[in-house]
């Protein structure tokens, strides 16, 4: 049967409180999916409690940094005692520095490393435990254009996507059998906190020229929205694609299939 559905599911997306992660969840919870988030500080959790409040939705947040393991395995098991078993993981937190390889220190090199390829390791080995006992699951790793292509200033952020796009296929290879699915959502460019310094007007009020050059990129011409993610992120969390594994869907409105606009 056709299941899109999420009814009776938990759902677990990190790094929640706004952003990609938020429109994700939100998407969830409309499929029918009860909804469990952390971020690193307490006022991104407040601000995310009350934003999904605001949309309806009885979401629990938890405040955990991603890197911390001892941090991430209490937070799985408070969530199994009072929510239950995580039946979806997005690792969704993600941090970016945008620094010439060459002006960038080891520690702040590590320090990306850790959050967006690390920690997705450290989330999905605190759940997969209980997925394999419970008999189904459900990963999701948020990956990137970074998974795929370089570009100027972000060496570390295009390793640890480049490298999450392949924990995604070895969870797949090694926990399959089991009946969890892992799989990645390659954003493209997306209008949030994160790329906002990308869209500053400049001071004498025209366009940024990374905003322009990602529209030049970007058949549609445009940055896509946060909830331009919920469809595909539901499809990979629902029963519609059981079948679908150590696959990394691209929602970038075509950036990977075009060469760019040709000049005039
Ligand atoms: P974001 O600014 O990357 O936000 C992610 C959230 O994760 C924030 O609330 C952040 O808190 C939190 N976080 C950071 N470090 C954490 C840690 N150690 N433990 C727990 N939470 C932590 O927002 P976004 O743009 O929505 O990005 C979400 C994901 O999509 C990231 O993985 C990003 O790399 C990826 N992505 C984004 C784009 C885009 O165009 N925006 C494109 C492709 C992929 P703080 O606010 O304190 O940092
Ligand atoms: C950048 C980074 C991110 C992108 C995203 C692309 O170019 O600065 O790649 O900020 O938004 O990850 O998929």
């Known amino acids: 049967m056709l299941n899109f559905r999420l009814d009776g599911k938990i759902a677990?997306?990190?790094?929640?409180?706004?952003?990609?992660?938020f429109a994700i969840a939100k998407g969830f919870a409309e499929a029918g999916a009860t909804i469990v988030f952390n971020d690193i500080k307490q006022e991104l959790v407040d601000k995310g409690l009350a934003a999904y409040k605001a949309e309806g939705i009885e979401a629990r947040g938890y405040v955990c940094d991603v890197t911390d393991e001892a941090a991430v395995n209490d937070m799985v098991a408070k969530i199994e005692n009072e929510v239950g078993v995580i039946d979806i993981l997005v690792n969704n937190a993600g941090i970016i520095k945008r620094i010439p390889m060459t002006e960038m220190s080891a520690a702040e090199f590590r320090q990306v490393i850790d959050v967006d390829l690390n920690a997705p390791f450290i989330v999905s080995k605190a759940v997969i435990p209980s997925m394999i006992k419970k008999g189904h699951g459900k990963i999701i790793n948020i990956?990137?254009?970074m998974s795929e292509l370089g570009r100027e200033t972000v060496s570390a952020y295009a390793a640890a996507k480049g490298g999450l796009k392949m924990l995604t296929r070895n969870i797949c290879s090694e926990y399959g059998e089991y009946n969890i699915q892992c799989?990645?959502?390659?954003?493209?460019?997306?209008?949030?906190?994160?790329?906002?310094p990308l869209r500053e007007k400049q001071e004498d009020g025209s366009r940024h020229p990374f905003d322009s050059f990602i529209c030049a990129k970007t058949p549609a011409g445009r940055w896509l929205e946060p909830e331009e993610l919920a469809g595909p992120a539901v499809f990979l969390a629902s029963e519609a694609s059981n079948a679908v594994n150590g696959h990394i869907l691209y929602v970038d409105g075509g950036i990977l299939a075009y060469i760019g606009k040709q000049p005039k």
């Open 12 to 21: 677990l997306v990190t790094g929640a409180s706004y952003g990609i992660g």
């Open 143 to 145: 990956c990137s254009m």
């Open 183 to 196: 799989n990645g959502i390659g954003p493209g460019y997306i209008a949030t906190p994160q790329t906002a």
